[in-house]
């Protein structure tokens, strides 16, 4: 086998490879060989049939095999022998006739095409300062955490007859639905509980009940979201014929130790230290993004080297898919979309350019994702699939490289932490305002 390079520009790697004839050839013998004992032929005693006959009958389909090992070998190591690793799975180009390769007649000739990771050395850390900002928790955060546990415990009691229904009441209705006066499937209901302002039915829904009595009989007009998960009612006009059957009012439910134990804690304090830490955990995961988006900043600024056209491209694919599904916001809707791809494309060569980075950084650290890490998120995208975890999770186990996607962020995340923690941090109290602000920008 021979492997010369024929093409070397910039990131851009070619090289030819040619197996010849004879090599070929000797590998479809040993192929053969090695598995004649298991074929079995009419005329022949099992095993002794001679490599001649059995290359005859079998060649083209054996070496039809050894062709696309080769390939898959060849076509990576090219890479791996000079220390280059292909940035994208490389591509394979036949320049031979293939007909003649399988018959045994014709070397096998083949370029292998991809664009190689470009080697830098990541930038010193060693003095690298970042501010993390920090706040207290308000009273007043932790009163409407309470105030909401309070209200997913609080029952109902039925109202005067005279009561009009309000906010936060409960009604009692039956309802059916139609779409051009013709009923349609899930658009019934007998004695439902509606809470109203709880946006659990359709926009527009809940409001047209507002007022309502005990007895009242009205229609509700709606239309359903463009978007909304059963295709065929999407964008649809509907009428609604509702009879309100009861008006429910809220009971008072006392923030005390009765609380508590409905939520199967000990008591008020154990409840509010409970609360106070969820809401602490939630202003850390701020703090951390503020820093993690300092970082990466710091880092973008840091390196400059040249990036793989393909894996931009990827990039830029999968957000410019994105960007054509979403709507635009403010700061996007009056550039055109020359405009917008330039600035998307910015983005995806930022993310590449970081993913690069970090996993330099990553590798020089010895940085590695547990593999209990990695199963816990297979686990959790599984249950993104209601009734499909055990193909979802046979997906994975059984794809590498779609477990090396999932692995990807895990990985980036620990490098981040590990940079965090080994960098000067200082904290600075912000306002809680402050600390809620988006922190502006891609991250990866």
Known sequence: MDVTEVSNEGLERKFKVTVSATELDEKLTAKIEGMKDEIHLKGFRKGK?????????????FMSEIVQQLVEETATKAFTDRDLQPATPPNPEFHSDMDAVMAGKADLEYDVHAEILPS????????????????????????????????????????????????????????????GGTAFEGGKGENTELVLGSGSFIPGFEEQLLGTKKGDELDVNVTFPDDYGHEPLAGKDAVFAVHVHEIKGADAVAIDDALADKVGLKDLAELKDKVRERIES????LSRAHVKRALLDRLDEAHD????????????????????????????????EDELKTDYRKIAERR??????????????????????????????????PGQEREVLEFYRSNPQAMAQLRAPL????????????????????????????????DL
Do not use: C
């Open 49 to 61: 049939a001679p490599v001649p006959f059995l290359k005859k009958m079998y060649g083209k389909g």
């Open 120 to 179: 830098f050395e990541p930038a010193s850390l060693e003095d690298l300062t970042l501010t993390r900002p920090v706040a207290e928790v308000p009273d007043a955060d932790l009163n409407e955490a309470l105030d909401a546990i309070a209200k997913q415990q609080r029952s109902y009691s039925a109202k005067d007859d005279a009561a009009a229904a309000a906010n936060d009441d409960m009604v009692v209705i039956d309802f059916e639905g139609k779409i």
């Open 282 to 285: 939630d202003y850390a995961n």
């Open 305 to 336: 080297f040249d990036l793989p056209k393909s894996m931009v491209d990827a990039e830029f694919n999968q957000i410019w898919s994105q960007v054509e599904n979403a709507e635009r916001d403010e700061e996007d809707k009056d550039k055109s």
């Open 352 to 385: 590449v350019r970081l993913g690069l980075v970090l996993a330099e950084i990553g590798k020089k650290a010895n940085v590695d994702v547990p593999s209990e890490d990695v199963q816990r998120e297979i686990i959790r995208t599984a249950q993104q699939f």
């Open 411 to 442: 990985f980036e995340e620990r490098v981040v932490d590990h940079i965090i923690e080994n960098a000067a941090v200082t904290d600075k109290t912000v306002s809680k305002e402050d600390l809620m602000k988006d922190p502006d920008g891609e």
